[in-house]
C-alpha cells in the first residue's frame, strides 16, 4: 500500500512540475489547504477519489494514469459521457457549491447504455414523496441544465436548486414574469400548488428522465392495463353523449 501512495505521490509532482502549478494553485482547485496538499504529494496521507476526478481534469489525464501510471484508458468526464450523481444526502453541498466547478461531492459518475448525454447534465437522487406516483423516493433523474427558465414548456418536470433546498416538480406558466407556480403530481399533497419567486432560483434543469428504484409487480401492471381499458371506455362515451347532445339540440330547433 505504501508503494502505491509513494507512486501516487511522485506522479502528482512530476504532473505539477511540468504543468507549471505551485502547490497552493493546485490545493485551492481542490478546495483544501497548501499543507494537506504538500501531505498528498509526500505520500503522507492517502488521496480521495473526488480530488483524482478532479486532478484528471486538472491535468488532462486519466484517474487510472494518477493511479496507477497507465495511459490511453478513458478518462471519468462528461465529454465522454459520464454523469456525475448528487445523492439524496449530498444535496446541501451541492447547493452551497453548485456554482463553482467540480466543488461538490460526486459520490459516483455513470455512463448509460442507449442514452446520449449533452453537457450541463446531472443525476439527482429523488427523495420524498411529493411526486409520487410519478418519481418515487430512491428514483434517479437525469436532468439538464435550462439557463432560460422561461423557455421551460407549460407542464414539463423539473429540478430547481434553491438557497432552501432541492424542490422537484411540475411547472405551470400564468404569465408571470416575477414567479413560478410549481404543482405537486402528489394528490395527497396540502398544498397543490407552490408560488415561488424566480431570483430565488440558483438554477433550473429540466428532467430528461428516471432511472426507476422498484420493479411494478405484475398484479400492479395488469391493474394498470384495466384502468386504462375503463378510461378508454369513458372517453368514448362521453364523445358518443356529446354527440347526442348535439343531435338533441338540433331537433329542438
Known amino acids: 500500500m505504501m508503494n502505491k501512495r509513494l507512486s501516487i505521490g511522485e506522479r502528482l509532482k512530476t504532473l505539477r512540475r511540468q504543468n507549471g502549478f505551485s502547490q497552493s494553485l493546485v490545493a485551492e482547485k481542490l478546495y483544501i489547504s ?6 498528498i504529494e509526500n505520500s503522507q496521507n492517502g488521496i480521495a477519489v473526488d480530488h483524482i476526478i478532479n486532478l484528471s481534469k486538472l491535468y488532462k489525464v486519466t484517474t487510472d494514469f494518477i493511479l496507477k501510471g497507465e495511459k490511453f484508458l478513458i478518462r471519468i468526464d462528461p465529454t465522454n459521457g459520464f454523469i456525475p450523481l448528487i445523492k439524496a444526502s449530498a444535496h446541501a453541498g451541492f447547493i ?12 459516483d459518475w455513470y455512463r448509460i447504455p442507449g442514452f446520449n448525454p449533452a453537457f450541463e447534465q446531472k443525476l439527482f437522487e429523488v427523495s420524498g414523496d411529493s411526486m409520487t406516483p410519478t418519481l418515487l423516493s430512491g428514483d434517479v433523474l437525469i436532468c439538464q441544465d435550462q439557463p432560460k427558465i422561461d423557455n421551460i414548456l407549460d407542464g414539463s418536470l423539473i429540478l430547481l436548486v434553491t438557497e432552501s433546498g432541492i424542490l422537484i416538480k411540475r411547472i405551470r406558466l400564468d404569465n408571470n414574469t416575477d414567479y413560478l407556480l410549481l404543482e405537486s403530481d402528489n394528490e395527497l399533497e396540502t398544498e397543490q400548488l407552490k408560488k415561488i419567486r424566480k431570483s430565488e432560483i440558483y438554477q433550473a434543469m429540466v428532467v430528461r428522465g428516471k432511472i426507476s428504484s422498484v420493479m411494478l409487480p405484475h398484479h400492479q401492471i395488469a391493474s394498470k392495463g384495466k384502468i386504462q381499458n375503463m ?15 348535439k343531435k338533441l339540440i338540433n331537433l329542438d330547433k
Not at 96 to 107: I, M, T
Open 96 to 107: 452551497k457549491n453548485f456554482h463553482e466547478e467540480n466543488s461538490f461531492e460526486v459520490a
Open 231 to 245: 378510461e378508454e371506455a369513458i372517453d368514448f362515451l362521453k364523445k358518443e353523449l356529446c354527440k347526442l347532445n
Open 34 to 39: 497548501q499543507a494537506a496538499y504538500s501531505l
